[in-house]
């Protein structure tokens, strides 16, 4: 996103203060607080079958185009801002690359291909039931070992009954620690948990200064930030 250096010729009014607070600054605020959540949880959300992070995306990602071109626009004046963001956005895709490393090694590594096998063969007499009804829409054997090599990477732990996964991964989960336990994996692990620290403080950079020129145009223009208030009881 390219900018300029904000003019000293103010050349912005409240009305545009108002859709900047309605959108960029809701918008992206909101994001990055979802966002701040699953990273302290180190969940990265991450997806095999998409190789990317399923809840988290660069700033410009899936945004409505009003939004898009307000950011733009408020990017233009805000340069210090414009950097933050482009900051965030590079960390982001670092962890995703850290994540389809991370799967990869996991898929490929003999120790977890040796007890996933044990898994499948242990689960049919566990639960009486086919291997497959465990993985929902998902019918095919390397689906299986991806969506469980996907648990591990996004450190997940008991799952809610509503997964489909969550009987089988529940019961099963603590086979794979010993492999999970390897150096080769363990290096990829903490290469992934930086990336994941990385973004958490891009992140935190980049919320503190929208904040701060959010409380700073709000008394410059006396707009607030949000354009209803609670009725006093």
Excluded at 27 to 33: A, M
Excluded at 68 to 77: P, Y
Aim: charged share 25%; net charge negative.
């Amino acid at each position: 996103m390219k900018t300029r250096a904000r003019s000293n010729k103010k050349k912005y009014g409240p009305n545009i203060v108002r859709a900047w607070f309605d959108t960029v600054f809701q918008y992206v605020l909101g994001r990055l607080e979802s966002e701040r959540g699953h990273l302290l949880r180190r969940n990265w959300t991450f997806r095999f079958y998409k190789q990317a992070l399923e809840y988290m995306a660069c700033i410009l990602e899936h945004m409505p185009a009003t939004t898009s071109a307000n950011l733009e626009q408020f990017a233009s004046f805000f340069p210090e801002v414009n950097d933050l963001l482009v900051e965030h956005d590079r960390r982001l895709g670092a962890l995703n690359a850290a994540c389809v490393s991370f799967h990869e090694a996991i898929i490929h590594d003999p120790r977890f291909r040796e007890v996933f096998a044990d898994v499948e063969t242990q689960a049919a007499a566990e639960f009486g039931v086919e291997f497959s009804s465990h993985f929902g829409a998902f019918s095919n054997r390397e689906d299986f070992a991806g969506i469980l090599a996907e648990h591990l990477v996004n450190n997940v732990g008991d799952l809610p009954n509503y997964y489909a996964t969550a009987r089988l991964w529940n019961k099963f989960r603590d086979r794979f620690a010993p492999v999970m336990a390897s150096p080769e994996l363990e290096a990829c692990r903490e290469e992934t948990e930086i990336c994941g620290r990385d973004l958490l403080e891009a992140g935190d950079r980049l919320t503190d200064m929208l904040k701060t020129v959010r409380a700073d145009l709000s008394l410059e223009f006396d707009v607030p930030f949000a354009t209803e208030t609670a009725s006093a009881l």
